[in-house]
């Protein structure tokens, strides 16, 4: 068996990442394609990484920023005061390992919202710094392919306010190689009854945005929900379920993963159909029809529910606290991605 080479520092790459077809976003977001490459670099495999990027199957309580099973991002926060987090960057790039940034949009050269709203919705991955020419490489998914996603920001002190929310990716545990059905045997009793009440919570509070109707920042904060927690929850889900000619999962097993997978397919749709409809002359008159895109994924996830209860799972008791938790995650989403008024985001 040939050794897999790794390179001198992190990269986007198709190979051997999770899902990547098309875009560098096919299933993950920003953030875990930044932490998929840092396990990628310290030797995980695809399998391996999967697992590590998994944790409870909860749409309400996990956050797909920070809660895994085999790593863990530290990060570190300055709003307003981004040049406090400088001297621990460059000290981290210095010493070899990469770093991720959530830039201040407001501050970042070029951007679209630069010099208008303190927006932190995207993550780059640093990986190098020349203090010679105060250039740093960052990996960006949104940046040329062809140049192996790579941007060079130039470092002044202007810049130094980019850098208002950072982290680093700790290992916390050792890669997880059990066969897919042992390793869904060990999770469906804790998974079934937090992805039945977690969908139920998730059809209730796309109601009542439908009811109230979406404004600019809701609808922002609902494209983050859906693309940046609930995909990447299901995708995630479903590749560490990984199906091999040696590992065969049993028909039922295969059928969560194929219903997860499923899942994932309906969250993206309507996540990026909400990020078209904000480009619309007149989103607020697009949303309504947008968010019909909700109903198939609310389909898709009963469909996993039930394929987890007749793999073993057990619906559990409804969870009164669910909904009213759910509700103050999107407000945090509003609040720490978005923090501007309905009329500023114009």
Request: net charge negative.
């Amino acid at each position: 068996m040939t050794a897999t080479v790794h390179p001198r520092l992190p990269t986007f790459d198709q190979q051997g990442a999770l899902g990547w077809r098309d875009r560098a976003l096919d299933g993950l977001n920003c953030i875990l394609r930044c932490v998929e490459s840092v396990l990628r670099f310290r030797g995980l495999e695809a399998l391996e990484v999967a697992r590590a990027l998994n944790g409870a199957l909860d749409p309400v309580g996990r956050d797909l920023a920070k809660d895994f099973d085999g790593c863990r991002v530290h990060y570190r926060t300055a709003f307003g005061e981004g040049n406090r987090n400088v001297p621990f960057v460059l000290d981290r790039l210095g010493a070899g390992e990469p770093v991720m940034v959530l830039p201040d949009r407001f501050h970042l050269p070029g951007d679209v919202y630069e010099g208008r709203y303190h927006f932190h919705d995207h993550a780059v991955l640093a990986v190098e710094f020349s203090p010679e020419r105060s250039e740093m490489t960052v990996l960006d998914t949104d940046a040329d392919p062809e140049n192996g996603f790579r941007r060079l920001w130039e470092i002044t002190e202007a810049e130094h306010q980019l850098f208002t929310w950072v982290g680093t990716v700790e290992l916390t545990a050792k890669p997880d190689n059990r066969r897919g059905e042992d390793y869904f045997a060990a999770r469906v009793a804790g998974d079934t009854p937090l992805l039945i009440t977690g969908a139920a919570a998730l059809g209730a509070l796309i109601d009542e945005l439908t009811d109230a109707g979406l404004g600019l920042v809701t609808a922002r904060a609902l494209h983050v929900l859906v693309l940046g927690d609930i995909q990447p929850l299901l995708f995630i889900y479903g590749h560490s379920l990984a199906v091999t000619e040696d590992d065969a999962l049993p028909p039922e097993v295969a059928e969560v993963r194929a219903a997860a997978l499923a899942s994932r397919v309906c969250a993206k749709r309507l996540g990026t159909a909400l990020i078209a409809a904000h480009e619309n002359s007149e989103p607020q008159a697009v949303y309504p029809r947008v968010l019909e895109l909700a109903r198939p994924l609310r389909t898709a996830l009963d469909r996993l529910g039930v394929a987890l209860v007749a793999a073993g799972g057990a619906q559990g008791p409804q969870d009164p606290e669910a909904l009213p938790r759910l509700r103050e995650r999107f407000a945090h989403i509003e609040r720490s991605c978005f923090p501007v008024s309905e009329d500023a985001a114009t």
